[in-house]
């Protein structure tokens, strides 16, 4: 089993829509998640960070953990066409010494105008 | 833009060469980690390095090396390469090695083994 998995898509939706995306990981022991947005032929840029479990917003993203179920969420609200890029969520091990980011494979959006 | 540059963009190289890539971390920054994206897949983590000592490693071979400066840029050196070498390479600056702080990626450098 992979430490994190990611659907990787394509997702597509009209532009407007509320987006999910959607994470599991399987070691309990991970306490910080990101979600790292990244547009074609470029580096992953960081969107949001969540430390243990509950909901962060920024604009019209939210970010959600959910502990008990190992289950992590970005919410994209009246998303819009330059929202179009692959967004990858990870998580790392707090205390490591190394602090090496685990990453799921990336899920491909589109929003169509 | 993170501040965080990388050299060169492009790279052709063929199957038994060696390569090196460049990295030059966010000013501040005192540890660099280096990532291998392959085509659809997320990024895997190399090797991390902290006030120029390799502080972590991933799965990856010792013909992965790297090296640090004190001006806390970064080479990544691939030796004897292979066809599933050819990926995105990563690096990102985090201002220390623990865990909880922002990693900022560079743009990668595209290697293509041929």
């Known amino acids: 089993q992979k430490e994190v998995e990611q659907d990787p898509g394509p997702l597509s939706v009209p532009e407007g829509a509320i987006v999910s995306l959607n994470c599991t990981y399987s070691n309990s022991a991970f306490q910080y998640f990101m979600w790292y947005r990244q547009y074609s032929r470029k580096g992953p840029e960081l969107l949001m960070y969540t430390y243990s479990s509950g909901n962060k917003e920024d604009g019209r993203f939210t970010a959600q953990v959910d502990k008990s179920s190992k289950y992590i969420s970005l919410f994209i609200r009246d998303s819009q066409p330059s929202d179009s890029a692959t967004y990858l969520c990870?998580?790392?091990?707090?205390?490591?010494?190394?602090?090496?980011?685990?990453f799921g494979k990336g899920t491909k959006l589109s929003v169509k105008p | 833009e993170t501040g965080v540059t990388q050299s060169p963009t492009h790279l052709i190289k063929t199957r038994g060469q060696q390569v090196t890539l460049r990295c030059s971390s966010q000013s501040g920054h005192n540890t660099v980690s280096w990532y291998q994206q392959a085509l659809g897949q997320g990024p895997q983590f190399i090797f991390q390095y902290y006030r120029e000592e390799e502080n972590g490693r991933g799965n990856f071979p010792p013909r992965f090396s790297g090296l640090q400066f004190p001006n806390y840029s970064s080479e990544l050196n691939v030796n004897a390469l292979e066809l599933d070498d050819s990926a995105l390479y990563l690096c990102?600056?985090?201002?220390?090695?623990?865990?909880?702080?922002?990693?900022?990626f560079g743009p990668g450098t595209r290697l293509t083994v041929l």
């Open positions: 990102a600056s985090s201002l220390t090695s623990g865990g909880a702080d922002t990693q900022y």
């Open positions: 990870a998580t790392v091990l707090y205390g490591g010494s190394q602090g090496n980011l685990i």
